[in-house]
Each structure stands twice: as structure tokens, then as C-alpha cells.
């Protein structure tokens, strides 16, 4: 059974660059036939799309979030990375990371449990 | 603001069916396959419906999804208490280039 796991810091400061990993058991990001993603959700808001990428080097960013978005990933530990730059209190979520069932086209059919992360000073 | 649309709020009694639109547009479900995705309180969204009204292992056959042109809906029959939750639709956007939400839509049963 595929699993998703995020996590890092749950307090960033203003203006500093927010850092997730997702840890994936049960199966390797490196698989040709999937795209992997983060997706986050303000408090008591709806879901937002932050980005989405596929082993072979393509990647797919919002861009309402202004280039402030890296995703990259480490194969030999199974882990992708989100990197958001210069938050706000704005950037204030729960972040999930999940796996496009398919191409990033494809709907998200695995989730990780989500971690909240607050911008503040 | 979510380039696809939906109600904020539905709700229904126990035993009815209930239905979540969606509004798109050409570069969207126009173009896409949609998917819906349930989430309970204080839970991660999980996939419902999917491709032409497909469902993943272990969601019910109450669960149903159409789609005509640029909208999509979700019916749910035979209602349930614990169908309680916040809904979304998605897909991927061509002018986007990139998934879109729905805004969601919050289901009460009474």
C-alpha cells in the first residue's frame, strides 16, 4: 500500500522560505508511470495546486505563486521536496503532498495526512 | 478565486439523493477528465470519482459522477450521516497549465 508522509518545520518567519519533504513507502517515485504534487489548504479555505512534476524532469508550477515554488526530489531516499520563498502570512496552510494516479493530467489517488505550517514571527 | 465553480453549501436527509455541480470551461472540463474528491473533518481529501465515472477501491456505488460540455456533477444516492463533508472537483487547465479546484462545496445531512 502506497504511503505519503510530509513533514518539516511547523513555524516559518516572514519572508523566509518555507521547506516539506514527502516521504513515499510502498512504492518508487521513480516509476515512469506517475507524476507526484503538492497541494495546500489555508485554514477553513479550499484547495489550492502548488505543483506537480514527473521523475523525467518535467515540472509544473501555479502561477499565482510567482516563481516562488521549487520542487525537487532525491531518489535513493524516496523523498520529493517543496521549497516556497519569501512567505507571508498568506502561505499559511496544511500542505499535503500526493501522486497523480498517471501523468500530472491524471487525478491525485494517494494523499499524505498533511502538515500545518504557520508563517508568522 | 476557482476557475471551476460550485455551490458553497448542500444538504439533504438521510436516504435522498443529493447532487454537486460544477461549472468549467473549455480549457478545463472541457477538455479533461474531472475528479471529485471527498474530505471528512480534519482529514486529507480523498479521491471519489474519477475518468468516466469511475470509483477507486472501496468508495461506494452511491457515489456517481457525470459530465456535459464544460459541467460535471456528483450525485450521491441513498444519503448517509457520515456523508458529511466538504466536496471538490478538479482538473487539469490547459491556460493554467496546472490542476484547478473547485471552491468545494460543505454537504450537511439533516
Known amino acids: 500500500q502506497l504511503q505519503l508522509r510530509e513533514s518539516g518545520p511547523g513555524l516559518v518567519k516572514p519572508s523566509e522560505t518555507l521547506s516539506l519533504t514527502c516521504t513515499v513507502s510502498?512504492?518508487?517515485?521513480?516509476?515512469?508511470?506517475?507524476?507526484w504534487g503538492w497541494i495546500r489548504q489555508p485554514p477553513g479555505k479550499g484547495l489550492e495546486w502548488i505543483g506537480s512534476?514527473?521523475?523525467?524532469?518535467?515540472?509544473y508550477s501555479n502561477p499565482s505563486l510567482k516563481g516562488r515554488v521549487t520542487i525537487s526530489v532525491d531518489a535513493p531516499k524516496n523523498q520529493f521536496s517543496l521549497k516556497l520563498s519569501s512567505v507571508t502570512a498568506a502561505d499559511t496552510a496544511v500542505y499535503y503532498c500526493?501522486?497523480?494516479?498517471?501523468?500530472?493530467?491524471?487525478?491525485?489517488?494517494?494523499w499524505g495526512q498533511g502538515t500545518l505550517v504557520t508563517v508568522s514571527s | 478565486q476557482s476557475v471551476l465553480t460550485q455551490p458553497p453549501s448542500a444538504s439533504g436527509t438521510p436516504g435522498q439523493r443529493v447532487t454537486i455541480s460544477c461549472s468549467g470551461s473549455?480549457?478545463?472540463?472541457?477538455?479533461?477528465?474531472i475528479s471529485w474528491y471527498q474530505q471528512l473533518p480534519g482529514a486529507a481529501p480523498k479521491l471519489l470519482i474519477y475518468?468516466?465515472?469511475q470509483r477507486p477501491s472501496g468508495v461506494p456505488d452511491r457515489f456517481s459522477g457525470s459530465k456535459s460540455g464544460t459541467s460535471a456533477s456528483l450525485a450521491i444516492s441513498g444519503l448517509q450521516s457520515e456523508d458529511g463533508a466538504d466536496y471538490y472537483c478538479?482538473?487539469?487547465?490547459?491556460?493554467?497549465?496546472?490542476?484547478?479546484f473547485g471552491g468545494g462545496t460543505k454537504l450537511t445531512v439533516l
Open positions: 500526493a501522486r497523480h494516479g498517471g501523468i500530472a493530467t491524471r487525478p491525485f489517488d494517494y
Open positions: 510502498g512504492g518508487s517515485i521513480s516509476s515512469s508511470g506517475y507524476s
Open positions: 512534476f514527473h521523475y523525467s524532469g518535467i515540472t
Open positions: 473549455s480549457s478545463n472540463i472541457g477538455s479533461y477528465s
Open positions: 475518468s468516466k465515472n
Open positions: 478538479a482538473a487539469w487547465d490547459d491556460s493554467l497549465n496546472g490542476v484547478i
